[in-house]
């Protein structure tokens, strides 16, 4: 498995919009200066977001986006899962019944099937506020996603 760009951007989209919610509805073009990823971009992942209803938006000069929930509801599977869909390491295990003719026979699908637990179990378990709050504890500047 290797998360893409989309998705390691999303995930520095929503933390950012997390650290700033008390500025109320954000810019794409503030996020994208802070965070130097192009407009066009967010405006890819902006999409995908919106149809799970994770962000508000705001039209007008005021406008932007704000999260719609507090950051502690918001895991970092959610974010992935949304704009990667499926995060199996094999392609056997992206489905819920795997329909692989060797799945009775195969010797590694434990270990496949262990990896793809263990991730999922890890990022679920990682919210947009236990990112801010490893960020401040480390008292760094900048963070890298």
């Known amino acids: 498995m290797k998360i893409s760009t989309k ?7 929503m933390v950012d919009l997390a650290e700033n919610k008390e500025n109320g ?3 794409l073009k503030e996020i994208a200066e802070r965070q130097n990823i192009s407009k066009q971009y967010l405006e890819q992942i902006v999409a995908l977001l919106n149809t799970s209803n994770m962000l508000k938006s705001s ?3 005021q406008g932007g986006y704000m999260l719609s929930k507090e950051p502690e509801a918001y895991t970092v599977d959610q974010i992935l899962r949304m704009t990667e869909g499926n995060l199996a390491p094999v392609a ?3 489905d819920e019944i795997n329909t692989c003719e060797k799945s009775d026979t195969c ?3 434990f270990v ?8 999922s179990e890890y990022l679920s378990g990682v919210t ?4 801010l709050d490893q960020h401040q504890q480390r008292g760094e500047n900048n963070y890298v996603i």
């Open 128 to 131: 947009l506020q236990d990112i």
């Open 59 to 61: 039209r007008g000069k």
């Open 25 to 27: 509805f954000i810019s």
């Open 92 to 94: 056997c295990l992206e």
């Open 112 to 119: 496949w099937s262990g990896l793809n637990k263990v991730i």
């Open 7 to 13: 998705g390691r951007y999303a995930l520095r989209m």
């Open 107 to 109: 010797k590694t699908l």
